[in-house]
């Protein structure tokens, strides 16, 4: 399923090779995130174009609306939303935890009121593997238990047996013959728990390791403490995957510190917000300054929406609320970020990584100011 | 400007060509609203893929927001929004009354207060155009004063005159070279204050004239007369453009009374309220019935939506809100409209357009029960 292609020399970054019966994905890979079945206003055509071929969906999501059974009934995810590529799904865990009006945690499973209609429901371990057998999926995720930060040791902990004792459960589930299952590692910032938690998943064996529970308000560097310590542990022949991160810099420094897969919101939901990434650093494109700005987003960008448009015009389609404003916005952030990750292999298997890296920090200098208001990127 | 092509045999019907700087037009032609300088979602590639040459922008929406002579200052219009094609510009005389939160109208112009944020406005015919110069349109619409439905003889009268005053002022107002002019025919359902609009206009001479102040509220027999009656009296060498209709079968209708150019926004706004457009009438997405259903919106349709989504799909995007659905909708209604006018051309200049009438007819049977709940066509 995974081959390593090429491992960086001064760095435990690696270029591989991901191969699904939806196509071959090179890593380290960007997947945006398409939770219902669509990345937000972004048509498969457009996200081929931005480079991708592995997108996110969301069990917790698909279950509640249409539901699982339905999408199978038609034939599976990729068919329902036509996309050609492969498909991650997420277990939904986070989700239960984070949207659901009401979460209750046993060992049996997670029970939470639906955020759309206070309905309640129950999902397993085997109930959320059922969930993307149905939805057919190339990638799924074992249901994890996924603390809140901050954690005591003691609910850290507690986190971390429950999650390998579903991980047992998850693993006895049948799945189709072409979905791969991958382990997610939990333990909070504390090391010898993410020691713990990936030795148990190791020894059970999944297709890929997932980081869970990071990038949910502890400091950057204990982030990437955890993510360099976990990775070290983690077999070289297995991907891994940072679940949930994050901002560009955050994936330069995943993939300096091993990582190889990668998935964040905030491109969409960025660019619904008007935040647009350049290579010199984040635009706010509703800014007065931008009013009558006849430069594209980003000079150096060759998205659709930099070949074509203005700032002016982004930023008149953004204060008038229009609909086109924020598909051009979420585009650009694609591109952005599908073209970051294209880079990074390329600076990978130049043997140059270290350079790509200097030089990327480099063009930010001085532009990343005065963008304190950015609500999601404090 | 204008040349007819074929004129039917058996209605009043015809073809034409529309020569602007930004293209040649074939008419009957309908018109995409693109008042805010964007068609709600679509980008120029996906109007042009749907056969459009010729959009509209509106005078009162782009002087409130971003501003005419921001506009101007990116030069135009059209290469602000990036359209190739044509543009015509309405005056935003029919917005002022319908949209700003209070409007006084005097012989000197329109007072109002923005719909945005209060503030006081007042555009005279000569403002009017100077705005509709600055965003370089390829056609202008003339200030008109454009009353209510209902309306008493008098206050029809009232508009009648003050309408022909104010397109005096407006021919005097210097436009761009490439800029042609319209004239407005107000009168109400008062078929001697139509005949009286249109001879006064008639000799003052436009480069096209418009039936305004129709599709209000009265019944559509009532409309189809003073279409019928109106165009009689105008020159057959004059494009005739009738203002803000409407549904598929109002165009035909419109076409067979020699009706050249139609402008709305029910393609676009039906889309976004789930409304889409078939051969055989009109498919509300979000009924369950259609949770399941593999079909495309319209077997006979080869937008690229049928050509890829179900409906199934389709309804799943809807309910959830999500704006790929918006959009994808969108673009299957104003394929729809494009498609349809393309038929019409083609039935006139085969000599076949009772035949299509009655086929247009006959395909829609039986399909447009239960549909009583469409707000907006009821």
């Known amino acids: ?10 760095t435990p970054a690696r270029t591989g090779l991901l191969s699904t019966a939806h196509g071959h994905i090179e890593t380290p890979v960007f997947m945006p995130v398409g939770s219902l079945g669509t990345v ?4 498969p055509d457009e996200l081929q174009a931005c480079g991708y071929g592995l997108i996110l969906g969301n069990a917790y999501h698909l279950y509640l609306r249409p539901g699982h059974s339905l999408i199978a009934g038609q034939g599976g995810l990729h068919k329902f939303m036509q996309w050609p590529g492969a498909i991650l799904t997420d277990s939904g865990g986070f989700q239960m935890v984070s949207l659901a009006d009401l979460c209750r945690i046993t060992e ?12 309640w429901h129950q999902l397993t371990p085997e109930f959320c593997m059922e969930i ?29 047996e429950r999650t390998t004792r579903w991980a047992k459960r998850c693993l006895a589930v049948p799945r189709q013959e072409h979905q791969f299952l991958f382990g997610i590692i939990q333990g909070g910032v504390y090391p010898h728990l993410r ?44 991907p891994r995957y940072l679940m949930g991160v994050g901002l560009p810099e955050d994936i330069v420094e995943g993939v300096c510190r091993g990582v190889d897969m990668f998935d964040c919101v905030i491109p969409t939901r960025h660019g619904r917000t ?19 700005d006849e430069a594209p987003i980003d000079s150096a960008c060759e998205c659709p ?6 700032r002016a015009y982004l930023r008149h389609l953004f204060v008038s609320n229009e609909m086109l404003g924020i598909r051009l916005n979420t585009l650009h952030n694609l591109w952005y970020y599908g073209t970051l990750m294209a880079k990074i292999r390329r600076a990978i298997r130049n043997g140059q990584l270290q350079e790509f890296r ?15 208001q950015d609500p999601m990127c404090a």
Chains 1, 2 share one sequence.
């Not at 937000?40 to 048509?43: T, V």
Request: hydrophobic share 35%.
């Open 358 to 372: 200097t030089q990327f920090y480099q063009a930010r200098e001085g532009h990343e100011q005065g963008l304190e």
């Open 274 to 292: 008007g935040w647009l990434f350049t290579s010199s650093g984040r635009v706010l494109i509703k800014k007065a300054q931008y009013a009558r």
């Open 305 to 310: 929406v930099c070949r074509r448009y203005s």
């Open 1 to 10: 399923m995974f081959a390593v292609q090429q491992n960086d020399s001064s």
């Open 132 to 160: 993307q057998v149905a939805l057919g999926s190339d990638i799924m995720m074992m249901l994890d238990h996924c603390p809140p930060y901050p954690s005591t040791e003691f609910q850290a902990q507690e986190a971390v």
């Open 195 to 238: 020691q713990e938690a990936a030795a148990q998943l190791l020894e059970l064996g999944f297709d890929g390791y997932a980081l869970g529970g990071l990038s949910l308000g502890e400091e950057k560097e204990t982030m990437f403490r955890v993510i360099q310590d976990v990775t070290a542990q983690l077999p070289l022949d297995r």
């Open 108 to 119: 049996d499973g997670v029970g939470f009121k639906s955020h759309l209609d206070g309905s």
């Open 40 to 43: 937000k206003g972004i048509d």
